[in-house]
């Protein structure tokens, strides 16, 4: 792979929408709600890339060693966003330092105490909602209050 291809490799993280995926590592399926990660990887079947997932332990401690000097920046790194605060440090301390767990846990700054929080109160809501209110149900309420839903 020349430096340019190596440049543009480009990552995913997320948690896992159902438990049908497998650890392209340990060929393990991946629990629902597991975080996972992986490089973007160009099909064969067509003109787009696809997310080769591993449990984010396993990418963690396997893939980044075999393949050391590809995640080299979390502007490689789709869905960061989207990820409960204590995952986002962990995808951040495994780019910056190559491994989380190596990671000496600085002082947070009272604007990343705040996003944690934050964070924190936005997934317990989204969970207590998911255990106690149907998809259905939230559709309705979306819709009630003017919001398009898919």
């Known amino acids: 792979m020349s430096d340019t291809e190596e440049e543009q490799t480009s990552f995913k993280v997320d948690y896992a929408k159902s438990s049908r995926s497998k650890c392209s590592g340990s060929q393990k ?10 490089p973007m990887v ?5 003109d ?3 997310p080769r997932w591993y449990k984010f ?5 396997v893939w980044v060693a075999k393949n050391p000097g590809k995640l080299k920046s979390l502007t490689q790194v789709s869905g960061l966003d989207k990820l409960r605060f204590e995952d986002q440090q962990k995808v951040k301390a495994l780019v910056t330092k190559g ?7 600085k002082e947070m700054s009272a604007e990343e105490k705040q996003l944690e929080k934050e964070s924190k109160m936005i997934w317990n809501h989204k969970e207590q909602l998911q255990a106690n209110v149907s998809n259905a149900e ?6 009630d209050h003017g919001e398009h839903v898919k």
Do not use: C, H, N, P
């Open 29 to 38: 399926l991946i629990a629902e709600g597991t975080l996972r990660m992986g």
């Open 42 to 46: 160009q099909s064969d079947k067509g």
């Open 48 to 50: 787009f890339k696809y």
């Open 57 to 61: 332990e396993w990418f963690e401690d």
């Open 99 to 105: 491994d989380s767990s190596a990671v000496e846990r």
């Open 138 to 143: 939230i559709k309705e309420i979306l819709e």
